[in-house]
């Protein structure tokens, strides 16, 4: 508890003057992914895996036309569903961890050419305000050199689909569960 109290009372001490304010930049992060050039890419580069993807469910849904109440069309069916939201997660996720790390990188050499010339000692992200003042927004500056960023996405995946060797055909109760469609880099 007296660590708390302590920790309260620096931070009271720090944010009690104007000036600390002045010394703070702001950056939109969520704004810089959705709005900037390197940001739409990413979301182009999603849109095309979730294109790949979906098509990897039709591919099994085909497979499975006319058979679609067995057991084992449940099953594939619902093991794909699963795989392609859990395959497009970790794609989002990579995306997202790409873009950062070019944000990051492109933050840290803003700061370290726009700190110098004038009051600004750190930044700080919007989200972790609920409201600041517009006069802190450095976005735009910050979005500017984004913009001259390239990042390289990983590898589109290809996806196969497989019928479950194991199931006799026209059987209506198959042995085992067929293949989920499987998911490759391509080169």
Known sequence: MTRTVCA???????????AWAERLAVVDVERIYRESAPGRAG???????????Q???DDLRVLYKDREN???????????QAALERQLAAERLAVRRILAAHLENVIRVWFA????GSEI???ALASSFAVYSPT???TDAVMREMDKENPSFHALPTVTVKANPQAAPGKSEPVAPAQPPSRHRTP
């Open 8 to 18: 309260v009372l620096l931070a009271l001490a720090f944010c009690s003057g104007p």
């Open 43 to 53: 979301e182009a580069h999603l849109a095309q895996v979730r294109g790949i993807l």
């Open 55 to 57: 098509k990897g469910l």
């Open 70 to 80: 067995t057991r084992e069309a449940e099953v594939a069916l619902r093991e794909g």
């Open 113 to 116: 050419v726009n700190a110098k």
């Open 121 to 123: 000692s750190a930044v």
């Open 136 to 138: 802190l927004d450095v």
